[in-house]
């Protein structure tokens, strides 16, 4: 075996190239490595030995690692964020609703206050117009509200035709139209409201049925825009003030088929009463003319009484001026039922006994002019006729019993403030 001559490794410390070579005949050695597996090293036309350093991949130059950054920069430059297209979803349960429709929707909003219908106007065109249908107005409760300006103005237009609101404060209605309202059933009784301000709404008003304006200072323009209301049926002026004569006989005169009125406690002169009885329609079969102490004479029940043949509920209480001589005009209302004369002082118990002779008669109120023991008397006289039964007369008046009710002459309002108070 031939020998091998190695030159010496130098330290890593010193500067010498470390390499090595077989000093022995190449072709035997080519063989001897050959059939060890490996292949023999081979040196490069400069006669350079091939060291491992020089077998290891090189590194780029400097230029070319220049070229491969801008290259790279272009590459940026082009580079675009594309997103991949979603996959399928599966459809979602339930229903959109922009796919309801109107008529579903309308019957949905039917069931909300007013405050969550306004809330509702407010999220599209779509909800702004169905919220305003005059479907969902037609019947309006603002009992005991503080109404701003401008509200009466934008909901009444809105198609309503029944309107609760005693016991309010009514702000300026600012009407932004001329156009007559479709209201026919009004209630403001008692309300807080300009003079001005309550015109602006009666102004637009001639399709009235039933009206109520108990205890507000009205005027002549008022009572004037009342009377062009030929279909009105039940009217309450309790306690009302402001106007004069003369309107009066023309809203009389004018409202022909007025079934109920209820004049009882207005700021009557003794010109008014003979007023109302000498220009009441005939056709009244229910009248309150309570109140008028001194203002209402025998004279004056004669001539109602040949003026107003139907009439089947009349009071007539706390007129001091009135006797049982005024009972023979009773005697001739052949439909009359109901009679109150209470707090009419000059009438005796005694005389009380003459009315059980009218055949209708079924209750006779006559608080204040008989004793405990006088009453019962007359009861036991008149078992037919029931006596004292009753403490208030609901002439005209919309809602009788209980102040929580939302109905108005027997009609139930159903769109309401909810929970809140001010609009």
């Known amino acids: 075996m031939q020998r091998k001559h190695?030159?010496?490794?130098?330290?890593?410390?010193?500067?010498?190239?470390?390499?090595?070579?077989?000093?022995?005949?190449?072709?035997?050695?080519s063989e001897f490595l050959s059939g060890m597996g490996v292949s023999v090293l081979k040196k490069d036309k400069l006669g350079n030995e091939n060291v491992l350093q020089d077998l290891l991949v090189s590194s780029p130059s400097p230029q070319k690692r220049q070229k491969v950054k801008e290259k790279e920069k272009e590459k940026e430059k082009d580079f675009v964020i594309v997103r991949r297209p979603r996959l399928p979803r599966e459809a979602e349960t339930g229903v959109s609703w922009d796919a309801l429709p109107d008529e579903l929707l309308l019957a949905i909003f039917a069931y909300l206050p007013i405050n969550y219908l306004l809330k509702a106007s407010r999220i599209c065109k779509r909800w702004h117009r169905l919220s305003f249908d005059e479907s969902l107005w037609q019947t309006l409760d603002l009992t005991g509200t503080n109404v701003l300006p401008g509200v009466i103005g934008q909901v009444l237009p809105t198609g309503v035709t029944v309107f609760r609101c005693p016991r309010a404060c009514i702000g300026n209605p600012l009407?932004?139209?001329?156009?007559?309202?479709?209201?026919?059933?009004?209630?403001?009784?008692?309300?807080?409201?300009?003079?001005?301000?309550?015109?602006?709404?009666?102004?637009?008003?001639?399709?009235l049925q039933n009206l109520s304006l108990?205890?507000?200072?009205?005027?002549?323009?008022?009572?004037?825009?009342?009377?062009?209301?030929?279909?009105?049926?039940?009217?309450?002026?309790?306690?009302c003030?402001?106007?004069?004569?003369?309107?009066?006989?023309?809203?009389?005169?004018?409202?022909?088929?007025?079934e109920e009125l209820n004049l009882s406690w207005c700021d009557f002169t003794a010109i008014h009463v003979k007023t109302a009885v000498s220009y009441i329609t005939s056709k009244i079969t229910h009248l309150n003319l309570s109140g008028y102490r001194q203002n209402l004479q025998i004279s004056d029940v004669k001539t109602l009484v040949e003026r107003c043949p139907l009439l089947i509920h009349l009071d007539l209480s706390d007129s001091v001026m009135l006797t049982s001589e005024c009972f023979q005009y009773f005697h001739q209302l052949i439909f009359l039922q109901h009679l109150c004369l209470s707090r009419c002082y000059q009438i005796s118990p005694v005389?009380?006994?003459?009315?059980?002779?009218?055949?209708?008669l079924k209750t006779l109120q006559v608080f204040g002019i008989v004793t405990d023991s006088s009453l019962q008397v007359l009861k036991e006289t008149l078992p037919h006729i029931?006596?004292?039964?009753?403490?208030?007369?609901?002439?005209?008046?919309?809602?009788?019993?209980?102040?929580?009710?939302?109905e108005i002459w027997g009609i139930k309002c159903r769109l309401t403030l909810g929970n809140l108070n001010v609009l």
């Open 6 to 29: 190695l030159q010496e490794i130098p330290s890593s410390s010193s500067n010498v190239s470390t390499c090595f070579t077989w000093d022995c005949d190449a072709s035997k050695t």
């Open 175 to 207: 009407f932004k139209t001329s156009k007559p309202l479709r209201v026919q059933y009004m209630d403001l009784s008692n309300c807080t409201v300009s003079v001005a301000d309550l015109q602006s709404i009666l102004c637009r008003c001639d399709k």
């Open 214 to 239: 108990e205890g507000l200072v009205l005027s002549d323009d008022i009572i004037e825009s009342v009377a062009k209301n030929p279909s009105l049926r039940r009217l309450n002026l309790c306690g």
């Open 241 to 258: 003030s402001g106007f004069s004569a003369a309107p009066l006989a023309l809203m009389l005169s004018s409202c022909s088929v007025l």
């Open 351 to 360: 005389a009380l006994l003459q009315l059980g002779n009218i055949p209708t």
């Open 386 to 406: 029931g006596i004292n039964c009753s403490h208030f007369t609901s002439i005209a008046r919309p809602t009788v019993g209980s102040k929580k009710t939302r």
